[in-house]
């Protein structure tokens, strides 16, 4: 078995709206999937990092993952994307810091709703890796 190491698992959504609502319902759905996709147990995450593009003010995506269970006790920090000319808009991203024994290149970054256009190759390679092992 490969020694654990801290990596490092991206992701990214987008919402419709800038609500309470919108933001803590996509921050929770990609929270779950990263955590579902990579086999993670909440006592291997060390910490997370969200941001939020400068469109979206209605609310904390950390609430979002702190209400999940056992999440209460994770450090978590927000803070807001550079404002970047053409950046996609209504978008919530995060870093999440966790011990694993997987490679980097075994890691799945997830991409959910239109933020898929932002790291296509990722996407591509979590369909075809999830393909692959259905066979």
Same mark, same amino acid.
């Given at each position: 078995?490969?020694?654990?190491?801290?990596?490092?698992?991206?992701?990214?959504?987008?919402?419709?709206? $800038?609500?309470?609502? /919108?933001?803590?319902? /996509? +921050? &929770?759905?990609? @929270?779950?999937?990263?955590? %579902?996709? $990579? !086999? =993670?147990?909440?006592? !291997?995450?060390?910490?997370?990092?969200?941001? @939020?593009? #400068? !469109? =979206? +003010? %209605?609310?904390?995506?950390?609430?979002?993952?702190?209400?999940? !269970?056992?999440? #209460?006790?994770?450090? =978590? @920090? *927000?803070?807001?994307?550079? $404002?970047?000319?053409?950046? @996609?808009?209504? *978008?919530?991203?995060?870093?999440?810091?966790?011990? +694993?024994?997987?490679? #980097? #290149?075994?890691?799945?970054?997830?991409?959910?709703?239109?933020?898929?256009?932002?790291?296509?190759?990722?996407?591509?390679? &979590?369909?075809?890796?999830?393909?692959? %092992?259905?066979?």
């Amino acid at each position: 078995m490969s020694p654990l190491k801290v990596r490092g698992i991206r992701g990214a959504t987008t919402v419709t709206a $800038n609500s309470k609502e /919108a933001i803590f319902a /996509a +921050t &929770q759905e990609l @929270m779950k999937e990263i955590v %579902a996709a $990579n !086999d =993670l147990d909440i006592d !291997d995450v060390a910490s997370v990092f969200l941001t @939020m593009t #400068q !469109d =979206l +003010t %209605a609310d904390f995506p950390a609430k979002a993952v702190r209400s999940l !269970d056992g999440w #209460q006790w994770v450090p =978590l @920090m *927000c803070a807001p994307e550079l $404002n970047i000319d053409g950046a @996609m808009p209504r *978008c919530i991203r995060v870093l999440v810091h966790a011990t +694993t024994a997987r490679a #980097q #290149q075994d890691l799945v970054h997830v991409y959910l709703r239109e933020a898929v256009a932002l790291r296509p190759d990722m996407v591509e390679r &979590q369909f075809s890796s999830s393909t692959d %092992a259905e066979s």
